[in-house]
């Protein structure tokens, strides 16, 4: 893992003594709201419905267990005694006092971490592949260059005050899960064929209310060129993308607007302008920085473990868990945990302080203390000994931490929705709760596999809703919440937007819709075909007409 | 209006003149990027130094040719966070311009070190805030990760500083 070092430590603590004095010069009416509002938000201070909200970044999604204590204890003495994990990767808190706000900033900075730009109109916390070093299908590690970005972005003089936020996402390995082109920029390592490795450049992507897959502006940029281009990306975006119209301001508009061709261009002509100095600091940085993510030391094992095998045959309740949380990983001997923060009934990416603690722990014994987090609001334990999987599962246990539904109907990505977002139109976490109540019977959930559901409480999309295999939007209707049903959405490597099936449904049915969409999938999947395969084979027609038919 | 230069105010001897203003037979005068492009030659026969007010819309590039006649530009800040100027100082400074870039507009202390970093050095600011707070504000940070910013002598770049042994980066002279 990375570990600040002397400059990285300064910057976060004049960081954080620049934000106490803007928030006492706001307390004491020096700066007015307006002023003020931006600067909050690029250290990551939201004003929600009932409180301020601080959401702190996790960079590339990666924690080690001193950082997760430390986020228990912020949720334990700063806040109602839990946190919520978000879908980029990140954590925020609900309960937040502005007079409190710079504190939590200091604490976070003892433990090298900060809230700097998960908000405002800049380029927010890189994320990434979870499963990130510790996959058995990844190409390279992309969290050096996760870090390179999150440096380079830091306080980045001419890109604070671009048009709008600013996302990018990186992965390294084939299989998407960093979701790469529905980002602002995503960047795709592959191999050619000579067996060399570059990185794709897509751009334009995005969800909110305007879902648009990126397009592809390089094909294979060699590393070292990586943050120079990106600045030429992002000077075209600051320089002409629209500022009239906060809903148009995206770069993915920009790009749409001025069509791919010419968009390319602009940044081609720009990435040919700029001063062409060396790049050796950059290369030097990257080499600095990747040592720091070098892979633990692992064990020589054997690829098959007795006591994991014993356990799963003594213990149904392991085995099933065994078989829907864990991820082939690349070493043999060892496997990646997958704890879902989706137990029935709750609040989808919620965990307590205790619970906090415990991952922490279980890190520090079992995962060459390493955590991450998903962009599917759960927590994954990368590095454990198929021989440790039973113990790791029993403290999981005790802990209400073992749901057994990784990936499938009860593993709902929802946002916080109408019950604190300022921006919500309608409450995602009743329906994320209703739905999780509906396929309690994980028997039923296995049955039907594979399935990703995500909830958005309004059109910006916060919830993933648009790459949902299943999508629920919930909007306001004459003061009456209703959520519209869409089909078909995925951010994996083939992307698409979902399409929507019909008219909306009232909250207390959506989850007997949904119902009877995967009943629908049950009577036309062909053997082992997945929802989305299913989907993509059969169309809408058979799920409109369990849906609407009858009415 | 004071002007911000240096951690100093000073006093702004340019004369800022509109499309069809009367242009004096001396001083230092600031025109439109409109009247640039029409009066270019008069403008230039003059003795006294020459600006130009460059809007947020423009494209640097069709200031490049003027660039060598110039000494100073003038960015506008409509509301303090539309960040186009931002690159334009920038693309400004990489052409090779050397003279005053002035931000004026909704300038206020907390954007001011970014400002300094892209190349500004000189700021109208109006007298909401006294000088102290202007002169706290150009240095809260005294680091960047990024390179090739402007920066006063007690600012450094951390990747440059981690790797002093590499190749240097084109080297920006300390902002104002």
Known sequence: MYRYDEFDH??????????????????????????????????GLYL?????????????????????????MIADKYDKGYGHFTTRQNIQYNWIKLEETADILGHLA????????TSGNCIRNVTTDHWAGAAADEIADPRPVGELLRQWSSLHPEFSYLPRKFKIAVTGAPHDRAAVKVHDIGLRLHRNAEGKVGWEVIVGGGQGRTPMIGVTVRDFLPEHELIAYLEAIMRVYNLYGRRDNKYKARI???????????FKAEVEAEYARKPQASTEVEERELARIAAYFAPPPFERLPRWSAAFEEARLAQPDFARWARNNLAAHKVDGYTIVNISLKPEGGIPGDATGDQMRLMAQLAETYSHDELRVSHAQNIVLPHVKKDDVFAVWQALDAAALATPNYGLAGDIIACPGLDYCALATARSIPVAQSISRKFADIGRQEEIGQIKINISGCINACGHHHVGHIG????????????????????????SIGTILGPGFAGHEVADAIDKILETYLKIREPGEEF???????????????????? | MPLLKNNALVSDTWLVLGNDDVLPATGDV?????????????????????????????????LATFLPRLSAVVLHFSAFNDGRAYSLARQLREFGYRGEIRATGNVLPDQLQFMLQVGFDAFEIGDRFPLQVWQAASKQMSLAYQRGLFRRSAE????????????????????G
Do not use: C
Not at chain 1, 20 to 35: H, P, V
Not at chain 1, 53 to 68: D, E, F, K, N
Not at chain 1, 252 to 262: P, S
């Open chain 1, 10 to 43: 300064q910057f976060v603590r004049e960081r954080t003594a620049q934000f106490r004095d803007q928030a006492e010069r706001r307390l004491r009416g020096e700066l007015t709201e307006d002023e003020f509002r931006p600067l909050r938000l690029m250290n």
């Open chain 2, 30 to 62: 600031i025109v439109p990027f409109a009247r640039l492009l029409r009066d270019f030659e008069s403008l230039s026969r003059r003795s006294g130094k020459l600006g130009v007010v460059f809007a947020n819309v423009d494209r640097a590039e069709t």
């Open chain 1, 252 to 262: 993915k508009i920009l790009v749409h607007e001025l069509g791919a061709e010419r």
């Open chain 1, 48 to 72: 929600q419905l009932h409180a301020y909200m601080l959401r702190v970044a996790i960079p590339y999604g990666t924690l080690s267990g001193r950082q997760m204590r430390q986020l228990a």
């Open chain 1, 472 to 495: 629920i939007l919930g909007l306001d209707k004459k003061g009456e919440e209703f959520y519209q049903i869409t089909l078909g959405g995925s951010s994996a490597e083939h992307s």
């Open chain 1, 110 to 117: 003892d433990v090298e971490m900060h809230a700097i730009q």
């Open chain 2, 156 to 175: 450094s770049e951390i990747w440059t500083e981690r790797h002093t042994d590499a190749e240097p980066w084109l080297e920006q002279p300390h902002a």
């Open chain 1, 532 to 551: 989305i395969a299913a989907y993509r084979r059969v169309g809408p027609k058979p799920f409109k007409e369990a849906l609407y038919a009858a009415a």
